[in-house]
C-alpha cells in the first residue's frame, strides 16, 4: 500500500503534467513542509499520520488567510487560498460526524472511567487519546465543543 506522501507526490506529478497551476502551488507548498518536518526528525521519513499534521496546519494556515484576504478585499487572493485548501483537503482522511466523534469521545472516556477522576484531566487525557486514534478526521474545536458537552452532563 502506498504511503501518503507518495500519494501526494504522484499527484504533483500528475498536476505538473495537466499544467494545474492551483494543485501544483499547493501540493509543491506542503511537500517542502513535509521536507522540512522530515528534517527536524533527522532526515526520517515522516509517518501518514505525521503527514497529515503536516497537511491539516496547511490547511488552517491557507484558511486563515484567505480570511485575511477577504476582510482586506482581495477576493482574487482569498479564491486562490480557498482553491489550494480544497486541494490539499483532498489528502486528508474521511471527516468524522458529530455523532462518531461523540461515540468516539465516550468510547475512551469510559477507558479513564475510575481512573482520572478530575474533569480538566479527564478532557485532557480524551483529548490526547483521540487524537492519536483519530489524527486528522475531526477539527479539534468540535472534538473540544463535543467533549465539553460530555464532561458537564456525564
Known amino acids: 500500500m502506498k504511503s ?14 495537466a499544467k494545474d497551476e492551483t494543485a ?11 521536507t ?3 528534517k527536524a526528525n533527522g532526515n526520517k ?18 484558511r486563515e488567510s484567505q480570511e ?3 476582510k482586506a478585499g482581495r477576493g482574487e487572493l482569498a479564491k486562490k487560498e480557498c482553491d489550494e485548501a480544497c486541494v490539499l483537503e483532498s489528502f486528508m482522511p474521511k471527516q468524522m460526524s458529530p455523532q462518531e466523534i461523540t ?4 468510547e475512551i472516556m469510559q477507558g479513564f472511567s475510575g481512573v482520572v477522576t478530575n474533569p480538566n484531566a479527564l478532557m485532557g487525557k480524551t ?9 486528522g478526521r475531526a477539527d479539534i474545536g468540535t472534538v473540544k465543543m463535543l467533549l465539553s458537552n460530555l464532561v458537564e452532563v456525564g
Open 24 to 34: 501544483k502551488s499547493a501540493i509543491s507548498g506542503v511537500k517542502a513542509k513535509i
Open 4 to 17: 501518503l506522501k507518495e500519494t501526494i507526490q504522484e499527484s504533483f506529478i500528475v498536476a505538473m503534467k
Open 45 to 62: 521519513d515522516l509517518s501518514d499520520p505525521e503527514v497529515i499534521k503536516v497537511i491539516a496546519k496547511a490547511i488552517k494556515q491557507r
Open 36 to 38: 522540512e518536518a522530515e
Open 68 to 70: 485575511i484576504y477577504e
Open 127 to 135: 483529548i490526547g487519546e483521540f487524537n492519536k486514534r483519530y489524527t
Open 103 to 106: 461515540d468516539s469521545l465516550i
